[in-house]
């Protein structure tokens, strides 16, 4: 066990210890003894050709769409992959430094340890160099969680003991499925579809539907406000939610807008939600025989923003015969988690997949 100097354990009760979860869509940055303190999109905008950043976040974000052809706005981790290591250095270090230097009105404040939770696909090389970035941008200890563990601390499910948890994280880029036990991964699988997917299926129904291109902030903004998963017949309900949207007319190439109802949102998204649920059901069939009955007892839990579509917890129920629950949250699950290790050193040696010291 390494020896903590008495003088550095006391100043470190000073550190801004931060917990990060490094997501697809949304960055979120706990501080210890604080809370939430960032909620950013996963975004960087650049200078095309000197690579430049010009802006990380929120204001990176509105841009998309916008931005002059010099400049291009990217998601560093859109595949749960680290696409573009450079953006995603800039952006672990923006922040970091943005917890370290804010309020810091003593003389010398510790530098941070830091818990970042990132995709699972994300390969070994690309943790290391994630973990060296963070001690590049001034931490002085880099913890790298994985994604669906952190969400399942977060939603304070059961890891470290014997009993199974089955914790499904539907993010931007990414769906995680996860089968925990005994402090780790027993069971996993990444996909490629989860909320961004749903956004592309939206502007691909309404393209071909209607003719008509939408912005994907348009289609997140409708896939939100009336989209739900479900069989069809149900959403022909009286009273149905709808939503008015503008895009471009493909045929005249001029600014329309028409009336898109909860159903036909329904009918777009049922693909996506279908593949969802086919990964969730491959992943059942494959678990281990002792935690069978574990799971089938306990449930499934989701978290992540996507799992804030309404009804997917009745589609997943309903299709694999299995409990399904909600996190509280969601959104807020996998940074909750990586605060949890950081006020539990024991979990957190457990948990980490990569240290940098
Ligand atoms: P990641 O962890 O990959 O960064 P998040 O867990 O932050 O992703 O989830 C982001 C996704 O959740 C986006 O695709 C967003 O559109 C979607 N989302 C957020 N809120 C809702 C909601 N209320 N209903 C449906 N989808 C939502
Ligand atoms: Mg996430």
């Known amino acids: 066990m390494k020896f903590i100097n008495?003088?550095?354990?006391?100043l470190g009760l000073f550190s801004h210890d931060i917990g990060i979860d490094l997501g697809t869509a949304n960055?979120?940055?706990?501080?210890?003894?604080k809370g939430i303190v960032i909620r950013e999109p996963s975004a960087v905008a650049r200078h095309k050709k000197s690579k430049e950043i010009l802006a990380i976040g929120a204001s990176a974000k509105k841009m998309t769409g916008r931005a002059p052809a010099t400049i291009?706005?990217?998601?560093?981790?859109r595949n749960g992959v680290i696409a573009d290591f450079d953006a995603t250095a800039a952006m672990?270090?923006?922040?970091?430094?943005?917890?370290?230097?804010?309020g810091s009105s003593m003389p010398k404040i510790p530098r941070p340890r830091v818990v970042i939770g990132i995709p699972s696909g994300v390969t070994e090389v690309e943790r290391r160099a994630v973990a060296d970035a963070a001690l590049d941008a001034g931490a002085r200890e880099a913890n790298l969680i994985e994604e669906p563990?952190?969400?399942a601390i977060g939603a304070h499910l059961p890891v470290e003991g014997p009993e199974g948890t089955f914790i499904v994280d539907i993010g931007g880029g990414t769906s995680e499925i996860a089968v925990i036990s005994l402090g780790g991964i027993v069971l996993g699988r990444s996909i490629r579809i989860a909320g961004d997917e749903m956004d592309e299926a939206i502007i691909n129904y309404v393209r071909l539907k209607y003719s008509l291109l939408l912005g994907q902030p348009t289609a997140e903004e409708v896939k939100i406000g009336i989209g739900s998963a479900g069989s069809p017949k149900e959403s022909s309900?009286?009273?149905e939610k709808f939503a008015v949207v503008r895009g471009r007319d493909l045929e005249v190439g001029l600014p329309k807008s028409i009336k898109l109802t909860g159903g036909e949102i329904q009918e777009a998204l049922s693909p996506?939600?279908?593949e969802i649920v086919g990964n969730i059901a491959d992943t059942l069939e494959e678990i281990p025989p002792e935690l069978t009955s574990d799971i089938m007892e306990r449930g499934i839990t989701l978290a992540g923003g996507g799992s804030m579509i309404s009804g997917i917890d009745r589609v997943i129920s309903e299709?694999?015969?299995m409990p399904v629950w909600i996190a509280e949250d969601p959104l807020t699950c996998v940074v909750r988690g990586c605060g949890i290790c950081l006020e539990d050193n024991g979990l957190l040696k457990k948990m980490r997949v990569t240290k940098g010291l």
């Open 6 to 10: 008495p003088i550095d354990r006391f």
């Open 27 to 33: 960055t979120l940055v706990y501080v210890r003894g």
């Open 72 to 77: 291009e706005v990217i998601r560093p981790l």
């Open 92 to 102: 672990l270090a923006y922040y970091i430094k943005k917890v370290h230097e804010s």
């Open 149 to 151: 563990m952190a969400a």
């Open 237 to 239: 309900a009286k009273g």
């Open 272 to 274: 996506i939600i279908r």
């Open 319 to 321: 299709s694999t015969k």
